[in-house]
């Protein structure tokens, strides 16, 4: 199972195994979980400075807070 979100998250599924993987997310709860885990580890591990990219790593964590948090405003000097 690990297997199948992993390809899913990083995109190596064609689109009739996305469907089937994802008709089989809404069914079976200890995948679904597992998806929900990994999104959270790949958003963080995504977030980590690429290549020393300081810059493209804090514009993405902004991104990431904004997203989940629609509320919040930017203030910090990026």
């Not at 994802?22 to 885990?37: D, F, G, H, Q």
């Not at 629609?70 to 000097?77: A, G, L, R, S």
Request: aromatic letters at 8%; hydrophobic letters at 40%; a negative charge.
């Amino acid at each position: 199972m690990i297997n199948s979100v992993v390809k899913h998250l990083t995109g190596e599924l064609t689109p009739d195994e996305t469907k089937l993987f994802l008709l089989s997310v809404t069914e079976n709860k200890t995948l679904r979980t597992e998806l929900i885990e990994f999104d959270y580890l790949f958003a963080h591990y995504s977030l980590l400075p690429q290549k020393e990219d300081q810059l493209k790593a804090q514009i993405s964590l902004l991104n990431f807070m904004e997203k989940n948090d629609p509320k919040m405003t930017v203030i910090n000097n990026v």
